[in-house]
């Protein structure tokens, strides 16, 4: 065995140390191995090693947390909103109040009233019901997205292989079925979170249909 | 030949050599038609992007040589394929085949590229093609695969598993990789799965699924309009949240009821909740109209 | 005995808010992701290495947990159960970015051949401390698959059976790799070592 020289000689490993090396990470995951610590007293290299990994593997374990943006919760609140996943106090906290005064519950039985015999009147505030539920569960952004996406596919459409373009038509005529359905649904059940779930999901795949159509009529092959 | 009428012989020997022509020119490219063949060395695990915006047929086979073999083949001169290894000197970690189409005018069919490609089994894969059909067999890295009508299939791929067609069916055999699976109008299949992770979803398509339910697997089915079935041992251990809101359900599994019942605020709906076995893997099962069967395998 | 009672307070706080949850109350989500963000997160920085990427992680584990609460049966620890939902979002993502990893299912053969050294004046050395941004900055340094490997046994406490599980390989494997991703690591923090005044971890016994 090479003894270190005061020059920085290199030190050659043993057979000690061969062994060392073998058994080392038998012992670090805690099963005995005497050579690994007689070993460790006797050899500066091999201690020095033994001594380093059992330093980082306890700094490793201590390692704090660390503390994340508030913009994360923002974005998850956001988009659980917009799946109707959770329903917000405050929401229901101030239709609840505005109910409870007299004078709105007075305007809205003599608009009750009025419904009855006008039955156009329904007819609209059915309607306006279902969109005002649609923003809620899907979010303004979302929809006027899809809008904006909509109105360019619609420009730029010819530009695609007519039997793709009819796949998009389909595929869009089909998720705008399952949107009134939703809608539909949910004007009469506001709280059906099945209805919540697929509106925002119907939402969602449209964005992804008219982004998929987008980027084709963009990329013909040039 | 012993046996034949002289005529015979003649009539054989009028038709065979055109016939022969006949055979062999169905392997020779039509007239317009190119066919370009290449090789390139590769690293085992090789990224390759096929990007095909007219459409065609594509197929990718999984291999033990550490090589990608190529054939392209384009209905008229009016399309280019464009072949990038990187690095270009050396084993290639990644490949690219692009379709260029040179001549706007041309009709879908003239722009048509048709690439098969052999390539090491432990690629991962990034196809993009709208129309025609897409099949990978035997690749077991990572598959990511964007159609809007193409049929597609991917048989024993271990890897993730991404795929998306608008329209069109998405089979799904052997899978033993993560798989994320979309349509619109499409069926998706999914048989022989060993898959810990299965995540599948179409509007008015059907899903079928025929395969195990692994113990700590995460599985959600979800269709809109489309029926659901399930298929899976008796044997499996999994907890089910089945949930049809206007179509019906039909569970042949005799389920343990569980502790926590998920809210679901919701009268009418027709479900299935609890669990088979000890009830390791979650399983969804999810439709708005579509009718959901869940059976044991006989 | 403190922290037995502090870890059943904690159990049932958690079973509290998860019923909410599971009822939609916005308030009972909002406390779940305090209790557990920093967890999540930090778990999410670690095996990335990245500050964007980790928020986005970070997101979409709360959002798959927020989807799928109604399905927690409670058999096992909430925190467990999220634990696992936050290291499949993780790999999902990591394969994804097409990472090159090393390869978990390569034989152990770390048995059959030592390492062959040479040791020079400075190996003798010993490290003394180190610092949380040192260990931080080394982990990052770590090739993907010994960091995966790394971080779920020595900084989330996985055993080995649960790592083989949950990395697709064989406990010889994840053990294996792990010695090697602590050898890795040792060489990382001895290449960027800050002088022993710094402070930081002191070294055990």
């Given at each position: 065995?090479?003894?270190q ?11 000690s140390?061969?062994?060392f ?6 012992y ?11 070993h460790?007293?006797?050899?500066e ?7 380093d ?6 700094a490793?374990?201590?390692l ?17 909103v917009?799946?109707?996943?959770i ?12 109910l ?7 305007a ?16 609209h505030?059915y ?6 539920v649609?923003?809620i ?7 006027q ?17 007519p039997t ?10 089909s998720l ?11 004007a ?9 779930e ?25 | ?7 015979q012989?003649?009539?054989?020997a ?15 490219p ?12 590769a690293?085992p ?20 040589k550490a090589?990608?073999h ?11 394929i464009?072949?990038?290894p ?8 990644k ?6 189409v040179?001549?706007?005018q041309a009709t ?26 897409i ?16 049929r ?31 349509s619109?109008?499409g ?13 599948a ?26 029926d659901i ?6 044997s499996?251990s999994?907890?089910?949240?089945a ?16 502790a ?14 609890g ?16 009718t ?7 | ?23 939609g109350?916005?308030?009972?989500f ?6 557990h ?9 670690r095996m990335?290495?990245?500050?964007a ?7 979409e ?8 609460i ?19 979002v ?22 059959d ?8 004046d ?14 931080s ?42 010695h ?20 930081g ?5």
């Amino acid at each position: 065995m090479l003894q270190q020289g005061g020059n920085g000689a290199a030190h050659q490993a043993t057979a000690s140390c061969r062994d060392f090396d073998v058994q080392l990470s038998d012992y670090l995951e805690g099963q005995d191995r005497p050579a690994v610590t007689t070993h460790a007293v006797e050899c500066e290299f091999c201690g020095a090693v033994l001594a380093d990994l059992l330093l980082a593997r306890s700094a490793s374990a201590g390692l704090a947390e660390d503390e994340p943006p508030a913009r994360v919760w923002a974005n998850v609140r956001a988009t659980l909103v917009a799946e109707g996943l959770i329903h917000s106090p405050r929401q229901r906290g101030r239709w609840m109040e505005w109910l409870l005064t007299p004078a709105p519950a007075a305007a809205l039985t003599a608009l009750v009233l009025l419904s009855v015999f006008a039955g156009r009147s329904l007819i609209h505030r059915y309607h306006q019901t279902a969109v005002d539920v649609a923003e809620i569960v899907v979010g303004r952004d979302l929809m006027q997205n899809v809008s904006q996406m909509e109105v360019a596919f619609r420009a730029q459409s010819a530009r695609l292989n007519p039997t793709v373009e009819r796949a998009y038509e389909e595929d869009l005529a089909s998720l705008d079925g399952e949107i009134k359905e939703c809608q539909d649904t949910l004007a009469r059940q506001p709280d059906d979170n099945l209805s919540r779930e697929y509106l925002a999901s119907a939402y969602t795949e449209k964005a992804r249909v008219l982004e998929s159509a987008l980027e084709l009529g963009d990329s013909d092959g040039r | 030949m012993a046996g034949r009428h002289p005529f015979q012989d003649r009539l054989i020997a009028c038709f065979s050599l055109p016939l022969a022509l006949l055979v062999s020119a169905a392997f020779l490219p039509a007239a317009g038609q190119g066919r370009v063949e290449k090789s390139f060395r590769a690293i085992p695990n090789c990224r390759i992007r096929i990007s095909n915006p007219p459409g065609g047929v594509i197929v990718v086979r999984g291999w033990d040589k550490a090589e990608v073999h190529a054939v392209c083949v384009t209905n008229s001169p009016k399309v280019e394929i464009d072949s990038e290894p990187t690095p270009a000197d050396a084993e290639a970690e990644k490949l690219e085949f692009i379709t260029h189409v040179l001549d706007l005018q041309a009709t879908p069919e003239e722009k048509r590229v048709s690439y098969e490609l052999d390539v090491p089994k432990d690629s991962s894969l990034m196809i993009s093609s709208p129309e025609g059909s897409i099949s990978v067999e035997r690749v077991s890295g990572d598959d990511w695969i964007d159609s809007v009508n193409s049929r597609i299939s991917v048989t024993d791929g271990a890897g993730l598993i991404q795929v998306r067609s608008l329209n069109g069916d998405i089979s799904l055999i052997r899978p033993v990789g993560h798989i994320d699976a979309t349509s619109i109008m499409g069926n998706l299949t999914i048989t022989g799965s060993q898959s810990q992770n299965i995540k599948a979803q179409t509007e008015s398509g059907k899903i079928t699924f025929d395969g195990d339910f692994l113990p700590i697997g995460d599985y959600l089915l979800k269709t809109y309009a489309g029926d659901i079935s399930v298929i899976c041992p008796s044997s499996n251990s999994f907890s089910l949240e089945a949930r049809s809101l206007h179509g019906k359900l039909d569970n042949q599994f005799k389920l343990r009821r569980k502790a926590h019942i998920p809210y679901s605020g919701l009268d009418g709906s027709a479900s299935a909740f609890g669990r088979n076995n000890r009830g390791d893997a979650s399983v969804t099962v999810k439709s708005y109209s579509g009718t959901i069967h869940v059976r044991p395998r006989s | 005995m403190a922290s037995t009672q502090s870890r059943a307070s904690k159990a049932a706080s958690d079973a509290e808010l998860i019923a909410r949850a599971q009822r939609g109350d916005e308030e009972a989500f909002g406390a779940l992701f305090e209790v557990h963000k920093r967890r999540v997160y930090s778990l999410c920085l670690r095996m990335t290495g990245d500050t964007a990427e980790a928020e986005d992680l970070a997101q979409e584990a709360f959002l798959q947990l927020f989807r799928k609460i109604a399905t927690f049966r409670g058999e096992s620890a909430f925190s467990t159960w999220l634990h696992r939902l936050v290291v499949n979002v993780v790999l999902m993502h990591l394969r994804k970015k097409g990472l090159q990893q090393v390869s978990l299912d390569e034989p152990d053969a770390s048995q059959d051949e030592p390492l062959k050294r040479e040791y020079g004046d400075d190996d003798k050395r010993l490290l003394h401390s180190i610092d949380r941004i040192t260990l931080s900055r080394a982990i990052d340094g770590l090739p993907p698959g010994y960091r995966a490997v790394l971080v779920l046994h020595d900084v989330e406490g996985y055993e080995h059976n649960e790592i083989a599980q949950i990395l697709n390989c064989s406990v010889g494997n994840s053990k294996s790799q792990l010695h090697k991703a602590r050898l890795k690591l040792r060489e990382l923090l001895r290449s960027q070592r800050l002088p022993a005044s710094m402070g930081g971890v002191k070294p055990p016994g």
